[in-house]
């Protein structure tokens, strides 16, 4: 069973920084695209950032130059969401996804909790 844990969310005041971290475990060969995705209430599911398995990094327009994605290299269990001048618009719910490869060979698409943001202006 493939588990994965958000956490750094928190409040923060216009033009902060925050960074969410996120662990994936549990029967894992290998971990392929990640990614983290925000939700307001009311809104559909958004992506922010992505780094594919082959390296490609996508990120929102709304974020580019703010928000980094990144990866433990060492432990390619852990990933990162590095937010910079934060903004009240940024504020949601934040979730972290895997696709993942088990020692099968099958892939499957994991969420993590979510992890509340919230700016302040």
């Known amino acids: 069973q493939v588990q994965l844990v958000g956490s750094g969310g928190g409040l923060v005041q216009a033009g902060g920084s925050l960074r969410l971290s996120c662990t994936v475990t549990?029967?894992?060969?290998?971990?392929?695209?990640i990614a983290w995705h925000r939700q307001v209430p009311g809104k559909q599911r958004e992506l922010v950032a992505a780094?594919?398995?082959?390296?490609?990094?996508?990120l929102q327009p709304s974020v580019k130059g703010r928000f980094t994605i990144s990866k433990d290299k060492a432990r390619n269990t852990l990933m990162y969401l590095q937010m910079n001048d934060l903004r009240p618009e940024d504020t949601a719910v934040y979730y972290c996804y895997a696709k993942v490869a088990d020692y099968a060979l099958h892939t499957g698409d994991y969420w993590g909790q979510g992890t509340q943001v919230t700016v302040s202006s």
């Open positions: 549990g029967s894992i060969f290998s971990v392929l695209d």
């Open positions: 780094i594919s398995s082959g390296g490609d990094t996508n």
